[in-house]
T-cell receptor, first 112, second 111 residues
């Protein structure tokens, strides 16, 4: 079963612009992770934010977590064509017992 | 370092057949998880192994099974294939279950 929803389902922006994707989840979590997937291939781990963290940065990525609203956002700054991919959030909640529960993903298209 | 290796990359099988997929985790990673990805259901958890023990299993029928060997390599088996089993099967390994490294997947088509 899927934990939550991602918003928007699809996003198309110009190269150089910032892209923001949102993820909502349902249960209490230990951590939330963001992954990227190119064209139905394997998933690449981008960033992990723990439940006691509110913001985390990694290069051009900025992730926020609001546990009171059970939501997270992923910001990609200065987007590049190579950022075109699907982005998924996954939660590791206290009851999940070694499994990740996934959102439906946001398909991001960067136009040159 | 070598990543997670899944074999084969592509597979076409006929309904009723069985299939075995293989996953070699990153050296030193003892946790191996399997996920099924389909356009309709998204990513769904199949099972997770640690040191040859299955620690958790998702909500899939008994036709889906797996195992892990002493070298942490893992296999999953699907018996009596159905058309709905067509999917991308992803394997992930982890050292400590904080952040997973995924393989490129095996795309299974059942005809």
């Amino acid at each position: 079963s899927q934990q939550g929803e991602e918003d928007p389902q699809a996003l198309s922006i110009q190269e150089g612009e910032n892209a923001t994707m949102n993820c909502s989840y349902k249960t209490s979590i230990n951590n939330l992770q963001w992954y990227r997937q190119n064209s139905g291939r394997g998933l690449v781990h981008l960033i992990l934010i723990r439940s006691n963290e509110r913001e985390k940065h990694s290069g051009r990525l900025r992730v926020t977590l609001d546990t009171s609203k059970k939501s997270s956002s992923l910001l990609i700054t200065a987007s590049r064509a190579a950022d075109t991919a699907s982005y998924f959030c996954a939660t590791d909640d206290s009851d999940s017992n070694y499994q990740l529960i996934w959102g439906a993903g946001t398909k991001l298209i960067i136009k040159p | 370092k070598a990543g997670v290796t899944q074999t084969p990359r592509y597979l076409i099988k006929t309904r009723g057949q069985q299939v075995t997929l293989s996953c070699s985790p990153i050296s030193g990673h003892r946790s191996v998880s399997w996920y099924q990805q389909t356009p309709g259901q998204g990513l769904q958890f199949l099972f997770e192994y640690f040191s040859e023990t299955q620690r958790n299993k998702g909500n899939f029928p008994g036709r889906f099974s797996g195992r892990q060997f002493s070298n942490s390599r893992s296999e999953m088996n699907v018996s009596t294939l159905e058309l709905g089993d067509s999917a991308l099967y992803l394997c992930a390994s982890s050292r400590d279950n904080y952040g997973y490294t995924f393989g490129s997947g095996t795309r299974l088509t059942v005809v």
